[in-house]
């Protein structure tokens, strides 16, 4: 009965990840420009791999292995954001545009503000 | 086969068949993405779907030892992404509209190589072509 649970919940994690990534790939296809296809990229894109890497460790079933899994969760979530952070950062800054249904653009004129 | 390990076993089919299907989807997005930094968004993705085709390799097999190429992995795109924004922040916007890189393309296609490269000296941009053309 034990293990039956555990494979369940392996299961779900297994199937929530894939399904995150599913999630992430059409995000990248259906957005307009590049600074809403980094939402779905860096987001649903980390918690899909984030996921499937614990569902690895609760399949493992002893501590060392699941704390390395969440160990490499941490590591994605931690990475994530900042990789995200800096791409778009230099994309605004060289001057890709926008997508013409954004409403407003608070870094327009940060050049001039510091 | 227990009925754990058939759970895990459909499961982790079915994952497989999803992860296939996004990787596919990013691909299209790297070949078709207008601008580099859409690329580079893309393939920061494709390490991440990557990564979980690891994790799901490792539940298969059942060696652990997998979590760490995946960390590793993970650890090589980030630097990766971050060494792309650097060099996009070094080389600047050169993109240039969509029809504009379309018409140079098949412009430049049927005639001799000394033509268009005299009509093409060194910036590519639109207003150059057109000063270059009368």
Redesign the interface.
Known sequence: MM??L???I??LL??G???F??V???G??RLPD?YT??HA??KA??V??GL??L???V??GDLP?FA??L??FF??VL??P???H??A???H????PLCAESVRDEMKDYDKRI | MTTAEMIIAYAVWLALVVLCFSFLLTVWRVIKGPTLPDRVVALDMLTGIVIGFIALIAIRTGFTLYIDIAISLGLVGFLATVAFARFILSRGNREVPKEDRMKAFTASVPEPRRKSVARRPSGTGPAVRRKAKK
Do not use: E, Q, W
């Not at chain 1, 800054?93 to 890709?96: A, R």
């Open positions: 293990d039956i555990l494979a369940a392996t299961a297994i199937l990840g894939a399904g990534a599913l992430a790939a059409i990248l296809n590049l296809r980094m990229a860096s894109g980390t899909g791999s499937l890497l569902a690895v460790g399949h493992a292995t390395r899994a160990a490499g590591f994605f990475t994530a900042i990789s995200a800096l791409l950062m230099a994309a800054k060289v001057g890709y």
